[in-house]
């Protein structure tokens, strides 16, 4: 079995937010992509973890609910996807890559627009497969 690629992970999360309702694409265009094998040190020190395959994903960056006018631009937000921890999970629950990656990247993606886990949940099933 041939595991996905880090290329694989990139092109399914573009995919998902592809897929977003338009007013949710729109506020999305700037966030950056990125898929890397594990979480920094300082990513998960930054969360309190210790166990790296324990995070899957991380927004980095402030909501759209928390931006005031007077905000500079700075660093764009990121979203990030951890390819090992998600490997992990995949093999560990039996969750498909193509569904683990949608829940991943709409959950990261909540966090830039402020939502609540139920919006999130929402969002995901507005998405689908």
Known sequence: MRYPSAADFEAAARAVLARLPEVFRRELE???L?????????????????????LTGLYEGVALTERSQWDSEGLPPVITLFREPLLAEMEETGVGFA?????VVI???????G???DDMHALEDSVGD
């Open 115 to 117: 939502l609540s886990d």
């Open 107 to 113: 959950h990261e993606a909540g966090h830039h627009f």
């Open 30 to 32: 700037g966030v950056v």
């Open 99 to 103: 569904e683990l990656v949608r829940h």
């Open 34 to 54: 990125r898929v890397e094998q594990f979480a920094s040190d300082e990513q998960l020190d930054s969360l309190g973890i210790e166990d790296p395959y324990e």
